[in-house]
């Protein structure tokens, strides 16, 4: 079904089954990732496949997406292209977090209920980067490294006052 991404599921029926999902969702359906998006357009693509590993309910998610962030040193739209594969224990509460295998994720599922638009959202959260910049070699960051500042950013000349500036002269006149 093509909404399958979106309906909350039992886990356990996930599980059980060893259901495979793949998506394609719009980035707009994502409501947590979208304020931190210069634009809503594109979508994630990939995978989930549930299965159990030793006990531990898992989900194993490959998402791919190319998200538009804002770079905050130019304020200009970027791509910032995200490529994730992941095993995530879902879990019903911390204590059982706390026992769930190294190297394993977790993610708390409410109700023991999940939805792969969750779970993808939560991967594509934690891909992205807290303060955005354009990457190295770009103009942008070719600016920032010499120091030189882009056109839009120049303001006009302040005439800088320093009231103490002839202090010094004073003092040594009358030594």
Do not use: H
Request: charged share 30%; proline share 6%; aromatic share 4%.
């Amino acid at each position: 079904m093509p909404d399958d991404w979106s309906r909350r599921e039992l886990v356990d029926s996930l599980v059980s089954a060893e259901r495979r999902v793949d998506f394609v969702i719009p980035l707009a359906q994502l409501p947590r990732l979208k304020s931190s998006l210069a634009s809503s357009d594109g979508e994630a693509r990939g995978r989930a496949s549930f299965r159990r590993s030793l006990g531990a309910a898992v989900a194993d998610i490959q998402v791919q997406a190319g998200p538009m962030l804002t770079c905050q040193r130019c304020l200009q739209p970027i791509e910032w292209p995200v490529t994730s594969d992941s095993q995530v224990a879902l879990v019903a509460d911390a204590a059982e977090a706390d026992r769930v295998a190294d190297g394993l994720e977790t993610y708390l599922v409410e109700n023991d209920r999940v939805s792969v638009r969750d779970l993808v959202e939560e991967e594509l959260l934690l891909a992205l980067p807290l303060v955005p910049k354009c990457a190295a070699g770009s103009e942008c960051a070719r600016s920032v490294e010499s120091g030189g500042r882009r056109e839009l950013d120049r303001d006009p000349p302040i005439d800088v006052q320093t009231p103490f500036a002839q202090l010094g002269e004073l003092l040594k006149r009358d030594q």
